[in-house]
Nanobody
């Protein structure tokens, strides 16, 4: 089993920044890639960004490319999502996920409980 705990959400004005953290634990965590997803009210959950276990590969949804950065601190078993130039449409519950690299963007194996991000205009 893998446990994922997100933190760092909150309320920010448009144009501002937030950094989300996801602390991971569990016996098999070291085998998995990590990702962030989000779900806005009334919408389906969508992929945001993913990073390979080594941190050497990343990819992003087009809607956040150039504004968000995913990174990992393997010593702390923590993954981050730095969000800059935030827009009201970024408002959502953000979820951390873990799973095999080949399916991390579509079928993660594990999910965190989510953290709310609200961007005011």
């Amino acid at each position: 089993q893998v446990q994922l705990v997100e933190s760092g959400g909150g309320l920010v004005q448009a144009g501002g920044s937030l950094r989300l953290s996801c602390a991971a634990s569990g016996r098999t965590f070291s085998n998995y890639a990590m990702a962030w997803f989000r779900q806005a009210p009334g919408k389906e959950r969508e992929f945001v960004a993913a990073i390979s276990r080594s941190g050497g590969s990343t990819y992003y949804a087009e809607s956040v490319k150039g504004r968000f950065t995913i990174s990992t601190d393997n010593a702390k078993n923590t993954v981050y999502l730095q969000m800059n130039s935030l827009k009201p449409e970024d408002t959502a519950v953000y979820y951390c996920a873990a799973g095999p690299w080949g399916s991390i963007a579509t079928r993660p194996s594990y999910w965190g409980q989510g953290t709310q991000v609200t961007v005011s205009s």
